[in-house]
């Protein structure tokens, strides 16, 4: 299974929080085959994650060093069985690149 956590820039709750689900993960089944990565719904590629959130991350013993943002597109969703959105605008933004995936996109919350 493939999970993808999208936000607006890709540098501050999207690689977070798919670095804390990651973390989970391998925490409840370290041989899982599940993947986690991010993408953002305005992303510049390539910036590095904000201060805040890695700091945050590495203090939890999931570190994001050389987290490279990359923006939200149609092959990203399509590689993806279930993706995890911050807002309820970043899962529009999904279903507007790829209308096919609505029924496996939800806000965190929702999830």
Do not use: K, Y
């Not at 991010?38 to 999931?62: I, L, Q």
């Not at 309820?88 to 999904?94: E, G, P, Q, T």
């Amino acid at each position: 299974m493939r999970v993808l956590v999208v936000c607006t820039a890709n540098v501050c709750r999207s690689p977070f929080a798919a670095a804390l689900l990651a973390n989970r993960l391998v925490a409840a089944d370290p041989g899982t085959t599940i993947t986690v990565s991010s993408a953002g719904s305005r992303a510049h590629h390539g910036a590095a994650a904000c201060e805040v959130a890695a700091a945050m991350a590495t203090d939890g013993g999931f570190p994001i060093l050389g987290h490279a943002s990359r923006p939200l597109d149609v092959s990203t969703i399509e590689g993806a069985d279930l993706i995890l959105t911050a807002e309820a605008a970043h899962r529009s933004a999904v279903s507007r690149l790829v209308p096919g995936a609505r029924a496996r996109t939800f806000t965190i919350s929702e999830a």
